[in-house]
């Protein structure tokens, strides 16, 4: 069984390439670094069209947010708290979102 995680797709309703991402609490995962399931020389960022969110209680209740930007940028989702598919991320943030953040809320 996974930890908490989000896994993304280059396309809607999960086509194209996939990624995992699993819990790593208060740290900015920024995809210029990240190629998994990708052609030769290309990233992940700028390319999500679609995610879900998995096991957001395991470990401490969890939160994932996605950004238009490095390092939180300027304009992010809100946060992610329940196991949630997003099939269509929506003219904002299609092949928009550069980080990712996962935060462990507080009880």
């Not at 401490?60 to 708290?81: Q, R």
């Amino acid at each position: 069984m996974y930890g908490p995680g989000m896994q993304v797709w280059q396309d809607i309703n999960k086509g194209g390439p996939s990624m995992i991402f699993c819990g790593n609490f208060g740290e900015w995962d920024n995809l210029s670094n990240e190629v998994a399931s990708l052609d030769f020389g290309a990233n992940w960022n700028d390319r999500i069209s679609s995610w879900e969110t998995f096991n957001t209680g395991v470990g401490g209740p969890h939160a994932w947010k996605l950004c238009i930007g490095t390092n939180g940028g300027s304009t992010c989702t809100g946060y992610y708290t329940t196991s949630v598919y997003v099939s269509n991320v929506g003219t904002t943030f299609n092949d928009k979102i550069s980080s990712i953040e996962d935060v462990r809320l507080t009880s």
